[in-house]
T-cell receptor
Framework: AQSVTQLGSHVSVSEGALVLLRCNYS??????LFWYVQYPNQGLQLLLK??????LVKGINGFEAEFKKSETSFHLTKPSAHMSDAAEYFC????????????FGAGTTVTVRA | KAGVTQTPRYLIKTRGQQVTLSCSPI?????VSWYQQTPGQGLQFLFE???????NKGNFPGRFSGRQFSNSRSEMNVSTLELGDSALYLC?????????????FGPGTRLTVL
């Protein structure tokens, strides 16, 4: 079964500093990978997705992620954190084109210090 | 384009009761998925419907059921509520044509079981 592991349940960064959220996946076939963000009392919003077109994926709000097959990783980064980036972030995997369920990681809460 | 809407947003029930949650997908989307979010178990897939047919089902007891109508609106039902059913229930819609299609999430229904 496909799954994702997010390293670090809580990350604290200073405003303007690099944001790095780690996600590793396990999959017997090339997966489809996603990063979602959840603000308090809201649903999930897609930041970006990997569907094998390019290993470096750019998303919304200045986020990007790099798919590394050799490391089975899909880490999310943002060069300069903003206060509005404070939220919970989820990495998710969809095993294949004909599988329509998402398996989510446990989530990483990001706190941004002024 | 209107987003995914879920009703009600908040619900309080007592053990043993049953509850029905509703989800209206984005216009044109034929796939609706349901997820349960709890602090302990995180985000877990419940089931997915496409054109009124259940295509995928997660590992939940039979007390959890759902259906989809011809207009793609979906309902999920939980019978004989238990304290552990307290959670945020998220609905997501997509075109449903491939596993890598973006799922758009609603704001969720927060269910509290007393």
């Amino acid at each position: 079964a496909q799954s994702v592991t997010q390293l670090g349940s809580h990350v604290s960064v200073s405003e303007g500093a690099l944001v790095l959220l780690r996600c590793n996946y396990s999959s017997s076939v090339p997966p489809y990978l996603f990063w979602y963000v959840q603000y308090p009392n809201q649903g999930l919003q897609l930041l970006l997705k990997y569907t094998s077109a390019a290993t470096l994926v750019k998303g919304i709000n200045g986020f990007e992620a790099e798919f590394k097959k050799s490391e089975t990783s899909f880490h999310l980064t943002k060069p300069s954190a903003h206060m509005s980036d404070a939220a919970e972030y989820f990495c998710a995997v969809s095993p294949g084109a004909n599988d329509y369920k998402l398996s989510f990681g446990a989530g990483t809460t990001v706190t941004v210090r002024a | 384009k209107a987003g995914v809407t879920q009703t009600p947003r908040y619900l309080i029930k007592t053990r043993g009761q049953q509850v029905t949650l509703s989800c209206s997908p984005i216009s044109g989307h034929r796939s609706v998925s349901w997820y349960q979010q709890t602090p302990g178990q995180g985000l877990q897939f419940l089931f997915e419907y496409f054109s009124e047919t259940q295509r995928n089902k997660g590992n939940f007891p039979g007390r959890f059921s759902g259906r989809q109508f011809s207009n793609s609106r979906s309902e999920m039902n939980v019978s004989t509520l238990e304290l552990g059913d307290s959670a945020l229930y998220l609905c997501a819609s997509s075109t449903g044509l491939a596993g890598y299609n973006e799922q758009f999430f609603g704001p969720g229904t927060r269910l509290t079981v007393l």
